[in-house]
């Protein structure tokens, strides 16, 4: 999966994790040993390998799918099989906070073991509710009153499921705290943002989009949502067969979804129900894009197909004889509307015109490709490495190089600039020459999602929000959240959504 590196690869590269990481991935692996046994399997084989570092949190894989009656299914191996791991990745030496904890996973006896439910409860604390009661209660300058949002007494209930991923089960990693928002640190003399409605939601957000006043959210349980921006009050709920993990397209017709187990589906935006589904092959990587009537995805597999958006027929393929490790697709309207851009992992970028399925042009970057491609103008912008390039669209010459450090997020693209992040720095380039325009500290442990939203650029820290006037920089406030946020921020011209780690969606009066 694209921007993804295993556990053992980052402690490879990196070293030992520090203390606020190395909480975060033990919260994240004991959370997902918890959901397992709940429903009576064991892990069985849990290493470095197979746990995943993303932007959006730990993911665990490679469960053999033993049940705890199996010879050998003892869920207190996992337990102790977890202790090894965090003491592994925090250099044999964890934190003082951690090592009472990892002494009794680890403790020889499996019966004096904790269970994975214990640990889990040690790590995230879950308040019995994610908001505040609706009796009066004093007010508290660090946590003002916020409704929560009610869906209708006939709204579907949804039920916990697994996650199938490339073949086999994946269990997502949840982190929950404290339920209370607490005011905005103002910068400027600006107002600071109040907290119009809050509502959990099943899973961590993946996705976040906003059309005509309604909220499209995607989580890591496979759950597809539609909310009013107002209220936050769910108009219609679904699932897809895997996790949604890039951007949904959002047209006045369909939500499409790219799953990463290869579906492809459209649903209905009134109702959400299910107008098509097809599936590509192999797992999509990047979003899916729309060329005139055709829905364009690329596969891991290095294929790129192309679907009719009205009724889901197969209109064409294109792949290359090289293995490239997987494709990305971008499209430009306007200018070039009759080109594909492609970005491949191992660092090719090409494009391609689609009816004749032949190359325009074709460049070799350095270093592997982890981000989809955006297609702006004239400019085709694609992250290799630490460093943001701009390519011209009509012969993939390199206009310019941003370098910053590892994990540059996907770039936003906002009139005449383009701001990306990586750990704890929100950049604003010149999208034509990218010249640095200014630069600030967010404080984010992990590449946290950018957006531009009527005329601000939101961009989160660890645990809060930071906004800055687009243009020069000047930070507008700063507002302590839950936990860090797992997806791109969307609104519209009065509520601002974000999805934050601890399964919630909270609505801000931008």
């Known amino acids: 999966m694209p921007g993804v590196r295993t556990l053992g690869e980052v402690l490879d590269h990196d070293g030992p994790l520090a203390d606020g990481p190395l909480r975060e991935v033990a919260a994240g692996i004991a959370d997902a040993l918890a959901r397992v046994h709940a429903i009576g399997l064991v892990h069985g084989r849990l290493g470095p390998d197979q746990v995943l570092i993303t932007p959006y949190g730990p993911r665990v894989t490679g469960f053999a799918g033993r049940t705890d009656a199996d010879d050998g299914g003892d869920p207190s191996e996992d337990v102790y099989a977890f202790g090894t791991l965090i003491t592994l990745a925090g250099g044999g030496t964890p934190s003082a906070e951690l090592s009472p904890l990892l002494r009794r996973c680890l403790d020889p006896d499996p019966g004096q073991r904790p269970t994975a439910v214990d640990v889990d409860r040690v790590l995230t604390p879950r308040p019995s509710v994610l908001v505040l009661p609706a009796a009066p209660a004093p007010e508290r300058a660090d946590m003002p009153q916020a409704a929560r949002a009610q869906d209708p007494p006939t709204g579907s209930r949804l039920t916990r499921r697994r996650l199938l991923i490339a073949g086999g089960f994946a269990v997502t990693a949840a982190t929950v705290t404290s339920a209370g928002v607490a005011f905005a640190r103002l910068g400027e003399g600006r107002t600071r943002p109040k907290t119009r409605w809050r509502r959990a939601v099943e899973g961590r957000v993946t996705t976040l989009q906003v059309f005509d006043n309604v909220a499209y959210c995607t989580t890591t349980e496979n759950v597809v949502m539609a909310l009013g921006t ?78 009719d958006i009205a009724q889901g027929a197969h209109r064409w393929e294109w792949s290359e004889s090289a293995q490239r490790g997987g494709v990305m697709p971008a499209v430009i309207g306007e200018n070039g509307g009759d080109l594909v851009f492609l970005t491949h992992t191992d660092g090719t970028v090409s494009a391609i015109v689609p009816e004749r399925r032949e190359p325009r042009w074709s460049i070799h970057l350095a270093a592997p490709i982890t981000r989809p491609p955006h297609v702006i103008h004239d400019l085709v912008y694609v992250v290799t490495g630490f460093t943001l390039v701009a390519l011209n669209i009509a012969t993939g010459e390199i206009v310019w190089r941003f370098r910053g450090t590892p994990d540059l997020t996907a770039p936003v693209v906002e009139d005449d600039i383009i701001y990306t992040t990586d750990v704890g720095t929100l950049y604003a380039l010149d999208a034509r020459t990218g010249a640095e325009r200014w630069r600030r500290t967010t404080g984010a442990s992990v590449p946290s999602p950018v957006a531009v939203v009527n005329g601000i650029a939101y961009a989160g820290g660890t645990d809060e929000l930071h906004a800055f006037d687009r243009a020069t920089g000047r930070r507008r406030w700063t507002h302590p959240l839950p936990t860090y946020l797992t997806a791109a921020p969307a609104g519209t011209g009065e509520v601002l959504l974000l999805g934050t780690a601890g399964s919630e969606l909270v609505a801000l009066e931008s």
């Open 230 to 307: 107002e209220t936050g009050v769910a108009l219609w709920t679904a699932r897809t067969e895997s996790m949604v993990w890039s951007e949904p397209v959002v047209s006045g017709t369909a939500v499409f979804l790219a799953c990463v187990a290869g579906q492809l589906s459209a649903l209905d935006p009134g109702s959400g129900e299910r107008v098509w589904q097809q599936y590509a092959g192999d797992q999509i990587l990047g979003a899916p894009v729309m060329l005139g009537s055709s829905l364009v995805v690329g596969t891991r597999d290095d294929r790129v197909l192309a679907f």
